[in-house]
């Protein structure tokens, strides 16, 4: 029976990604699956391979003792097949980019591309579903941007929240949505704001650098982008919960020193539970000796929740890695 229970959540997100990708497959008439553009069948193997994928990552993350490492490989792995798909398609190679058009892969476009554009974009639908599937999950397993932030801010986690962390999130959301809609007003040329919009990317890089990386925690992702502020402020659309349980809970504060997304001060545990920051990734629970940090979805146990968590998580993961394009 243990040996059934452990493959079951790895079969599940296996089923899970393959039906996901196939269905894009099917009903998508421009080929999104990078082997479908190469050879003619080729989307078949690779829905195959992904699924594999998943269903390895899906076996792994059932240890909560492996879950922070799993996550940063895979994570890792996400923004290094996206970045390598955006070289390849600046020198040239144009079956690597999803409309053949360049999108600047900053994740303030995300927001503010529609804003200045005046309609969706494939990432912006892309990214309201997962919010919607999964709740904070964008900024722990499908930010391209927040792997970097994750590598960066690796080191020594310091105590104490981030001072003044919501009035920076506010004022660089507030400031990308203005400075959307005054370069639409004004028609500014789109190199001009592309070029505008590289440099609050190139920012972004520096506080990674810079400041992520001395303060053991990523700054980049709960402080200047607004992507993630929009992820902290909308993550109620989905019923997916973490809470710390009063009766086990010792107040040793160990887990503070185990959260990236500074959700774990002590004020959070005092209150019983992470911070408007916490991305659900997981990597607190096995610091917790007590066991007190647990996953909730609606009426279903701790243990149940958790697992449908990893199950929609890791089957979102698995199919954006193959059909993400820049």
Request: hydrophobic share 45%.
């Amino acid at each position: 029976m243990r040996g059934y229970k452990s493959f079951r959540l790895p079969l599940l997100v296996f089923l899970l990604t393959v039906f996901l990708l196939t269905f894009v497959h099917i009903k998508v008439e421009n080929p999104l699956l990078l082997l479908e553009r190469f050879v003619k069948g080729g989307g078949w193997i690779e829905i195959a391979l992904i699924g594999l994928y998943g269903s390895i990552v899906a076996y792994k993350m059932q240890d909560p003792g492996k879950v922070q490492k799993w996550r940063k490989y895979t994570w890792f792995a996400f923004s290094v097949l996206f970045f390598s798909q955006l070289f390849l398609g600046l020198i040239g190679f144009e079956r690597f980019l999803m409309t053949g058009k360049l999108h600047l892969p900053v994740p303030a476009m995300i927001l503010a591309g529609p804003i200045y554009r005046g309609h969706t974009s494939m990432m912006s639908i892309l990214f309201v579903s997962t919010l919607i599937l999964s709740g904070p999950a964008w900024c722990s397993h499908l930010c391209y941007f927040g792997a970097i932030d994750g590598l960066a801010s690796g080191g020594k986690t310091r105590r104490g929240p981030i001072r003044n962390k919501w009035a920076l999130k506010s004022t660089m959301m507030i400031l990308v949505i203005l400075a959307a809609l005054v370069l639409r007003w004004m028609q500014v040329p789109i190199l001009t704001s592309t070029i505008i919009a590289l440099g609050f990317g190139v920012i972004g890089l520096g506080v990674i650098f810079l400041i992520s990386r001395k303060e053991g925690r990523m700054v980049h992702c709960t402080s200047y982008c607004p992507i993630g502020t929009v992820v902290n402020l909308t993550r109620f659309v989905n019923p997916f919960r973490m809470y710390i349980d009063n009766n086990s809970c010792t107040n040793c504060m160990v887990c503070t020193s185990f959260c990236k997304y500074d959700a774990l001060n002590k004020s959070d545990i005092v209150n019983r539970k992470p911070g408007l920051t916490c991305t659900l990734c997981g990597d607190c629970v096995s610091s917790c000796h007590a066991g007190s940090i647990k996953y909730k979805f609606l009426r279903l146990s701790p243990t149940a929740a958790r697992n449908l968590y990893l199950l929609i998580t890791i089957a979102l993961h698995a199919s954006t890695m193959a059909l993400a394009r820049i």
